[in-house]
Structure formats: C-alpha cells, structure tokens
C-alpha cells in the first residue's frame, strides 16, 4: 500500500505564475517529509525539506507548506522558470528508520 | 568530489543471465541505499545498508542480493535476471537519521 501519493501525474504553468505540487500520505509516523526534483536520465536531487513539527518551510522560491490533520503537504514554487520543468517527487522518512517512501512522482512543464 | 557513481550506465540482459551493479560514494556517508525506479511507480526501495557491514531488506528485495563492500562501495547483484526487473535503478547515500539522500545518475537495464 503506498504511503506516500502524488494523485497529479502531471502539471502544466507559465512561466512567472505559482506552481503547486501536493503531496498525501497515510501514515502518521513520518519525521520528515522531503521533496525531490528529476530531469531526464539524472538521479533525483533534494530540493527541500520539512519536519513534522513544522508547518512551513521556506528556502527561496520554494516553500513547503505541511497540514498534519489532513495528512497532506504541498510545494509551492514562486515564481516559476522554464528551469523548474522536471518531475518532482514527495517522500516521507518514518520515525526511527533510514528509508524514506517516496510518492510516484508529477512531472511538472513550466511554458516560457 | 563525484558523489554517487553507478557502472554501467545502460545494460541488456538476456532471461536468466546474471550481473552486478557498482555504486560508490565518497561522501563518507554510514548508509548506502538501492532503488528501482518502474513508470507510474515512483521509486521503490530494493536493499539498504544502515552501516557498513549491514544489509536490510526494503519494498521490493526478491530477486536481488546485495554486498556492502566497504563503506564507500555497495553492490547489488541479479543472480537470474527476469524481464521483471526491466527498470532503472538509483544508488543512493546519506547519513544515518537524516532524510537527505544523494543519488547516483541511474542504471537503465533492459532485460529480454
């Protein structure tokens, strides 16, 4: 069973305007919820992260936003730039353990 | 520094051939982890090493074995390759307890 979903395969924005990737997951016992970004025939790069205690995380254009009674987390990237066109994927790291679960990933297509 | 290393870039195997794939690292990272990456799946935990000299099982560990050579180097063997496990696959590292993973640029292999 997935723990972790990404329910939009895919996302299209212009250039400039918000970008937001959700994120869902089912078990209550994660520590972290992390995010990830792939290009094409690369390995997946960290982008950003959040602890469970948090509710926002900011780095930059991108922000983490983390609604624990929902279960459900979003990125938000402002403004959006060709650049950021790849395939982003959510993974949570349960408490205790080194393995993260990761979602299935929303390739995300910013329109120049 | 070049990170995460995986050999060979691309493989093809015929049904029931065997082989290995390399990954390093020389982040002097304690955990070293093995992922395939299937369409529509997300990426799925094969193997994981915690330390050197520990190996675990992850999501999907039939059909693989894994060394953990030293701490930079952690292999993952296919004794009777099945068209199954068509897929790419991603080493990774990290620190223990820290959701941060670094990955390698992936595997492509094709079995027929």
């Known amino acids: 069973d997935q723990q972790v979903k990404q329910n939009s395969p895919s996302l299209s924005v212009q250039e400039g305007r918000i970008s937001i990737l959700n994120c869902d997951y089912t078990n209550s016992m994660f520590d972290y919820f992390l995010w990830y970004k792939k290009y094409p025939a690369e390995g997946p790069t960290f982008l950003i992260s959040i602890s469970s205690i948090k509710d926002k995380n900011e780095d930059g254009r991108f922000t983490v936003f983390l609604n624990k009674s929902a279960k459900h987390l979003s990125l938000h990237i402002v403004p959006s730039q060709p650049g950021d066109s790849a395939v982003y994927f959510c993974a949570g790291l349960p408490t205790g353990a080194n393995n993260l679960f990761f979602g299935t990933g929303t390739r995300l297509t910013v329109i120049p | ?112």
């Open chain 2, 1 to 112: 520094n070049a990170g995460v290393t995986q050999t060979p870039k691309f493989q093809v195997l015929k049904t029931g051939q065997s082989m290995t794939l390399q990954c390093a690292q020389d982040m002097n990272h304690n955990s070293m982890y093995w992922y395939r990456q299937d369409p529509g799946m997300g990426l799925r935990l094969i193997y994981y090493s915690a330390s050197e000299g520990t190996t675990d099982k992850g999501e999907v560990p039939n059909g693989y074995n894994v060394s953990r050579l030293n701490k930079r180097e952690f292999s993952l063997r296919l004794e009777s390759a099945a068209p199954s496990q068509t897929s790419v696959y991603f080493c990774a590292s990290s620190e223990v307890g820290v959701g941060e993973q670094y990955f390698g640029p992936g595997t492509r292999l094709t079995v027929t």
